[in-house]
C-alpha cells in the first residue's frame, strides 16, 4: 500500500507538468507574434502593423502590394484554421482532413468546378495586371505568417500541415462566399418540387410567381426522372448545408445612407450591417490599411486581400444582398447511344467530362465523373442515360470572367464614376451596395451580370434542349438598377424587392420601412443614432 502510494505521489506531478506542456505546445504557442521586428520574404519594404486597444490591426505600407502582404500576412496569423477550412470546401477536399464527414461537400463542390475553374481563370485572365501581384503578395504574406509559427490547434489536432496559400486559392474561396450569396438555383428546386407534388393550382397560391405553370405544356418537370434528379440535388445541398454554414437564406443584410441635409455634421452618413451564417471565428476580419496611394478601413474576409465593406479617403460603401437571381438550373437531356453527348437544340454535342478523385481520410478514394455542358455542370446525381440530369448556368463558373478584380477597383475609387465602373465589373455575386462619399454623395448600385431572360424564365428549371430557356445577354451598364442622390436623400437597402420586375428572391420589406420610419424627416442625424438604428429591436410584422 504505501509503495502504491508512494508512486502515485511521484506520477501526479509528473502528468500535470506533461498535460501543461501539451496545453501550452498546442495551444498556447501558436497564437500571433505580435510585438518585435520580423525579417521574412516577400515585401520590398518595411510593413508595420499595429493592433490597438481593440484588437484591431492597422498596416502601414510602402505600396499597395506590401499592403496586401501585410493583410495576408495577418490573415494567416489568426485565421489560418478558417482559411484551410475555406479553400478545402471551395476545393471539395474536406474529406482528405476530416474522412467521410466531408463526401457531401466533396461530391458537390467537385461538381461545380469551383477550385477548376478558379485555375483556369489564374493562368488565363490573370497572366498579368495589377490584381496579379495582389494576390501574389497576399498568398506570400500568409505563407510567411504560416511558417512563423506552429499550426493552430485544429490543425495540430488533426495531424495536418497545411500546403502554402496560392492566388487560386483565393479565387476559389471568393467564388464560394458569391455561391453564399447566389442561391436562386435553390428556390427553383423548391419550386419545381412544389409544382410536382401540389399541382399548377395549389403551387400557384403558394407561390405567385408559379401562376402562369398550369398553362406551360410541354414542361421539363414532367420528363420521367426529373423527380428524382431534383429530390437528389435537394439531398446534396441539404447535407452539404450542415458541414457549410454559408447559405444565403439564413441572413438578412441592412444598409442605408443619408444625404448631408439630414445629418447634424452636414456631411452623409452610411451604415451597413451585413448578416451572414454565425460561424466561429467570424467570417468577417477587420483591418485599416494605409499606404502612398491610398488608405482604406472596413472589413476584410480571410482568403482574400481586399475590404469588402468600408470606405477609403474619399468613398464609403456597404453591402446587401439583392436577391435578384443570376443562376438558372437546365433540364438536360442525354444521348441514349452515347451518355456523354447532351441534346442542344435539336444537335448532339460533345460534353466535356472531368474524372474527380476524392481522397478519403481513413477510407477508401471515391471517384465522381463530373459533365460539363454548354450551359454548365451537371450538379445533380443523376446519371446520363437514366435519368435527366440538371445543369447550372452560373457566370462565375465561366473561367474566362475577371472574379476579384472589381473589388481591386472598388478599394480604389475616388467617386461615384468609379464606384459605378468597379461595381458595374463584377460577375457575381448579385449584391445591392450602398455609397456615400465626401463630397456629399449618396447612391446605390446593383452588382452582378444580370442576365437577359425571355418573360416567365428564371422562376423555374427550363429544358436545355430548347432555345427559348437559353439567356439573351446580359442587362447593360445602364439598365442595372441604380439610383445617385435620390429625392429625401435617403438610400435604403434590406433585400426588398427591387423595382423593375426582375426575377428573383427579394425578403419582405418590413426592415426597409422600419429603417424609413426611423430616418423619417429627420435633419439632425448623427453617428450615434445610427448606431441605435442598428441595435433597433422591433419589428413590424410582429
Not at 381 to 395: E, F, I, M, T, Y
Not at 400 to 412: F, P
Amino acid at each position: 500500500m504505501g509503495a502504491l502510494m508512494i508512486g502515485l505521489a511521484i506520477a501526479l506531478p509528473a502528468l500535470v507538468a506533461a498535460a501543461g506542456v501539451a496545453y501550452w505546445a498546442i495551444f498556447r504557442r501558436p497564437l500571433p507574434r505580435v510585438s518585435g521586428r520580423l525579417a521574412v520574404e516577400g515585401p520590398r519594404a518595411e510593413v508595420e502593423v499595429v493592433r490597438d486597444a481593440a484588437g484591431v490591426a492597422h498596416v502601414v505600407a510602402a505600396s499597395e502590394p506590401d499592403a496586401a502582404f501585410g493583410v495576408g500576412f495577418l490573415h494567416g496569423q489568426e485565421r489560418l484554421w478558417q482559411m484551410e477550412l475555406m479553400r478545402r470546401i471551395a476545393a471539395g477536399r474536406l474529406s482528405e482532413l476530416v474522412g467521410e464527414r466531408g463526401l457531401p461537400v466533396d461530391r458537390l463542390m467537385r461538381r461545380l468546378g469551383l477550385h477548376r475553374v478558379s485555375e483556369a481563370e489564374w493562368h488565363v485572365t490573370h497572366a498579368a495586371g495589377d490584381l496579379r501581384g495582389l494576390l501574389l503578395a497576399y498568398a506570400a504574406g500568409v505563407n510567411a505568417a504560416a511558417q512563423d509559427r506552429p499550426p493552430p490547434a485544429e490543425l495540430a489536432i488533426l495531424r495536418h500541415r497545411p500546403a502554402p496559400w496560392t492566388p487560386e486559392d483565393s479565387l476559389a474561396v471568393g467564388r464560394l462566399l458569391g455561391l453564399s450569396q447566389a442561391r436562386s438555383w435553390e428556390a427553383q428546386l423548391v419550386r419545381a418540387r412544389l409544382l410536382k407534388a401540389a399541382g399548377a393550382e395549389v403551387a400557384a397560391e403558394v407561390d405567385a410567381t408559379l401562376a402562369g405553370a398550369a398553362g406551360r405544356g410541354g414542361s421539363p418537370l414532367a420528363a420521367d426522372g426529373v423527380e428524382a434528379a431534383l429530390a437528389g440535388l435537394v439531398a446534396d445541398l441539404a447535407a452539404a448545408d450542415e458541414i457549410m454554414p454559408l447559405s444565403a437564406w439564413t441572413a438578412a443584410s441592412n444598409s442605408w445612407a443619408v444625404a448631408g441635409a439630414r445629418t447634424a455634421s452636414g456631411r452623409p452618413l452610411l451604415a451597413n450591417d451585413p448578416h451572414s451564417a454565425l460561424t466561429m471565428p467570424s467570417l468577417w476580419y477587420q483591418v485599416h490599411l494605409a499606404h502612398p496611394d491610398g488608405e482604406l478601413s472596413g472589413m476584410s474576409v480571410c482568403g482574400l486581400p481586399f475590404v469588402l465593406l468600408g470606405h477609403n479617403r474619399d468613398i464609403a460603401w456597404g453591402l446587401t444582398n439583392s436577391c435578384l437571381s443570376i443562376q438558372d438550373l437546365y433540364v438536360e437531356r442525354f444521348n441514349p447511344h452515347n451518355p456523354l453527348q447532351f441534346d442542344d437544340a435539336g444537335t448532339w454535342q460533345d460534353a466535356v467530362r472531368f474524372r474527380e478523385v476524392i481522397r478519403v481520410r481513413g477510407g477508401r478514394a471515391v471517384t465522381e465523373d463530373v459533365l460539363v455542358t454548354r450551359r454548365g455542370p451537371i450538379v445533380s446525381p443523376a446519371v446520363p442515360g437514366r435519368q435527366p440530369p440538371l445543369s447550372l448556368r452560373w457566370v462565375a463558373l465561366d473561367s474566362e470572367v475577371d472574379s476579384l478584380g472589381w473589388l481591386m477597383r472598388l478599394n480604389r475609387a475616388t467617386g461615384w464614376p468609379a464606384f459605378r465602373a468597379a461595381v458595374a465589373s463584377c460577375p457575381s455575386p448579385a449584391l445591392a451596395l450602398t455609397y456615400a462619399d465626401t463630397a456629399g454623395n449618396v447612391g446605390w448600385r446593383v452588382s452582378g451580370f444580370i442576365p437577359r431572360r425571355r418573360p416567365g424564365r428564371g422562376w423555374l428549371p427550363s429544358a436545355g434542349w430548347e432555345p427559348g430557356g437559353e439567356w439573351e445577354g446580359f442587362l447593360s451598364m445602364d439598365e442595372v438598377p441604380e439610383a445617385f442622390n435620390p429625392p429625401g436623400g435617403l438610400v435604403i437597402r434590406a433585400n426588398q424587392p427591387i423595382p423593375g420586375g426582375l426575377p428573383g428572391e427579394p425578403l419582405p420589406a418590413d426592415r426597409a420601412e422600419r429603417i424609413a420610419e426611423l430616418l423619417a424627416e429627420r435633419r439632425d442625424l448623427t453617428v450615434e443614432d445610427m448606431v441605435a438604428m442598428q441595435a433597433d429591436v422591433v419589428s413590424g410584422p410582429a
